[in-house]
């Protein structure tokens, strides 16, 4: 009996042994199986250029060409050395997606304008959300909800209501100025400090409505939570990497991140979140306060009170027309519409103010004739400068448009959302398409006759083909923010240039700037020169 039944236990211990090897068998038969069909779709991918008849750049397995533009940290200028040996338009790989790069003014012209609806996206980058994302922004918006989106912003970046942002605006170029006549003078200063606090400075006043004293205060937290958002996009982590080399999974990988940073801003103080999140939370915040308190007293308004009328004023508004998209923000795309001014706003615009002042340095015949043509509207008058006298300065335009052809900002580019055809090329969903900016903007033919490598403002007084300059970008996805910026460099420039001379030091060479790209391209060593107080 005994002998029977341990029998039995071993034929049955036996039997379920095998039944589980066999489900592990299966199993490990079904990741090997598709482990191998993704190694295959991988291999398969970096023929995609030849099959088109298109070069592109030898590339690494899983890698793509990602590793080299890394190493080199400059997309753009790794663009405009590829241009020199593929091409108008060829390809690159960033881990097994292709990407087209192209610096063809027809092609540019038919997916950003024409054909804009067919590339109604950007290209996705390192941890970009899905695209229906509750929290998705104007940036990174697709197709109808983009438009929307849109069409809800667009009049709260309209040169009448940037007005009302006008004296928040002055206030902190006057801060700037104060700062750096009591810490600048004579003495070598990183302007690129000081540029990155004023305009964050402007950022948190005019977006946010909140004075968080960030220039006067060396130890801002704040700055240095809103700073350290864009270090992590310049200094990527395992994460950003893995999104960038298995991009199938990248939804998922951004989906877990934001699952994770969710659960712990239950336990955790929202200071000890991802950079990020942590804005996310405060304006959040923010914006509660303000729905709940109303507008502002005493002062004029600030981005959020633009942005909470201008949706309220949509929402309330009838139409009998059944097509007409309905224009409203939903909650979390108001706090994206806010966060993306930090996120678009800032380091474009501190950066230009840098390279501005790397020419001032090494250009003195251009800030002198700058100076001249400022102070004879202006006098040393600082009170007189605002948005709407500055756009007087004729000179002063064509300064900035030239220190944006010559150091613009990175690249732009395109997702396709519609398949279609483009000069004979087909695009299918999500193929993705960059503009080599350089190779634009430095093109003998379209800038010339004075050498496009040098600085000469005066060449966008003659008339260029439309889309030849591209500093801020192109067709109805160009930049929003273009005039609100150009306000906030013309008014900081002006002060600046009343108030102080710009001069080298003599312990650095100004020979080249060097950039490095995250998502912008920044000066890797800012610039360090010499303030001298004028008269
Ligand atoms: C010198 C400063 C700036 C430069 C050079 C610049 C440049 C650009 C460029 C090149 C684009 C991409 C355009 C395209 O894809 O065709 C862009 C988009 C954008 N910029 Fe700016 N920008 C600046 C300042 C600002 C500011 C201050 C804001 C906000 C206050 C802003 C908000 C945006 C937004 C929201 C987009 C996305 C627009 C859309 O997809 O509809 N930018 N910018």
């Known amino acids: 009996m005994n002998f029977s039944t341990n029998t039995l236990f071993h034929l049955e211990d036996l039997k379920q042994i095998l039944n589980d090897l066999d489900k592990r068998f299966i199993l490990g038969i079904t990741t090997l199986g598709l482990s191998l069909f993704y ?23 899983l890698f793509g060409n990602v590793r080299s533009v890394f190493k080199k940290k400059n997309l753009s ?3 405009y050395e590829w241009t020199k040996t593929y091409g108008k338009t060829y390809g690159y790989f960033e881990g097994h997606l292709p990407v087209y790069v192209t610096s063809d003014l027809d092609f540019i012209q038919e997916i950003f304008i024409k054909q804009s609806s067919n590339f109604a996206a950007r290209k996705k980058i390192h941890l970009n959300p899905r695209d229906n994302d509750p929290r998705v922004d104007l ?40 700062v750096l006549n009591k810490e600048g003078i004579e003495c070598d200063v ?27 205060e060396k130890e801002n937290e704040y700055f240095y939570k809103s700073e350290e958002i864009f270090r992590s996009f310049a200094h990527l982590n395992l994460f950003t990497y893995l999104a960038d080399y298995f991009h199938e999974f990248r939804a998922i990988i951004v989906d877990f991140l934001i699952l994770t940073q969710r659960v712990l801003s ?33 002062r004029k308004k600030d981005y959020i009170q633009l942005l909470l009328d201008a949706n309220e004023q949509f929402q309330n508004e009838k139409t009998t027309d059944q097509n007409e998209i309905k224009k409203y923000l939903t909650q979390d795309e108001v706090h994206s519409g806010l966060m993306l001014f930090m996120l678009a706003g800032y380091e474009t615009t501190s950066n230009t103010l840098t390279n501005a002042s790397f020419v001032l340095v090494t250009h003195p015949k251009e800030q002198m004739k700058l100076y001249e043509e400022i102070t004879s509207h202006f006098g040393s008058d600082l009170s007189l400068v605002n948005s709407e006298s500055v756009q007087d300065l004729e000179y002063l335009d064509l300064f900035i448009k030239e220190v944006l052809r010559v150091y613009p900002i990175g690249t732009i580019v395109r997702r396709c959302t519609n398949p279609t055809q483009v000069k004979g090329i087909s695009f299918g969903i999500d193929d993705s398409i960059a503009v080599d900016v350089l190779s634009i903007h430095y093109d003998e033919e ?22 030849a300059f591209l500093a801020f970008g192109a067709g109805p996805r160009n930049c929003i923010g273009m005039k609100f ?18 001069l080298k ?30 008269n």
């Not at 291999?43 to 592109?56: D, E, I, L, P, V």
């Not at 040098?454 to 003659?462: C, D």
């Open 485 to 502: 910026a150009i306000n906030e460099l013309k008014i900081a420039l002006a002060k600046l240039l009343i108030n102080f001379e710009f």
């Open 39 to 61: 190694l295959g779709k991988i291999w398969h991918s970096y023929g995609y250029f030849k099959r088109r008849g298109f070069n592109n750049p030898k590339s690494e397995f």
């Open 505 to 534: 030091s003599d312990k650095i060479s100004y020979e080249k700037l060097e950039f490095e790209e995250g998502i912008v391209r920044t000066a890797v060593n800012g610039v360090t020169l010499n303030l001298k107080k004028r």
């Open 77 to 79: 200028e790794q663009f």
């Open 139 to 178: 940036l990174i918006a697709t197709k109808s909800r983009w438009k929307r989106m849109r069409m809800v912003m667009n009049p709260t970046f309209s040169s009448l209501k940037l007005r009302e942002l006008d004296p928040i605006l002055v206030s902190c170029a006057d801060r700037l100025i104060d």
């Open 266 to 298: 239950i336990f955790i103080d929202s200071n000890k979140l991802q950079a990020v999140f942590w804005l996310r939370y405060k304006v959040r915040e923010l914006v509660e306060l303000r729905k709940r308190n109303g507008p502002l007293a005493n």
């Open 446 to 467: 379209l800038w010339g006759p004075v050498d496009p490598n040098l600085f000469y403002p005066l060449r966008h007084k003659e008339k260029r083909h439309p889309i």
């Open 190 to 216: 990183d302007i690129a400090q000081y540029m990155k606090r004023f305009t964050m400075d402007s950022i948190w006043n005019c977006a946010f409505g909140i004075d968080i004293n960030i220039q006067y």
